[in-house]
């Protein structure tokens, strides 16, 4: 079964990057769409960004938009996210998912593995 690794997270003050990467093992994640999604305390987990398998079509939900970027190497079997501009509301544990589907899913059902999550924390 394909599994999951996130890094990259940390501390970074408001306004600052962070590249979030998400690390596949026990399979390929070329067969894959893979999102982003994020949990901050007390809120639902929301979808952040997907990138089709091919990495040929790309998808942000508004917050993130011009801010972010999601990339993958499948040579390497690792997605990537490319986080810009941070903001204090940006701090959540981030969390990478791979969906069968092959567009560029944005729901949690649509997902079929996850990773256990990096924390980003953003101050102000």
């Known amino acids: 079964q394909v599994q999951f690794v996130e890094s990259g997270g940390g501390l970074v003050q408001n306004g600052g990057s962070l590249r979030l990467s998400c690390s596949a093992s026990?399979?390929?994640?070329?067969?894959?769409?893979m999102g982003w999604f994020r949990q901050a305390p007390g809120k639902e987990r929301e979808f952040v960004s997907a990138?089709?398998?091919?990495?040929?079509?790309?998808f942000y939900e508004d917050f993130v938009k011009c801010r972010f970027t999601i990339s993958r190497d499948n040579a390497k079997n690792t997605v990537y996210l490319q986080m810009n501009r941070l903001k204090p509301e940006d701090t959540a544990v981030y969390y990478c998912?791979?969906?069968?589907?092959?567009?560029?899913?944005?729901?949690?059902?649509?997902?079929?593995?996850w990773g256990q999550g990096t924390q980003v924390t953003v101050s102000s």
């Open positions: 998912a791979a969906s069968r589907n092959w567009g560029t899913p944005t729901m949690w059902f649509e997902y079929d593995y």
């Open positions: 026990g399979g390929t994640i070329s067969n894959y769409a």
């Open positions: 990138i089709r398998y091919d990495g040929a079509a790309t």
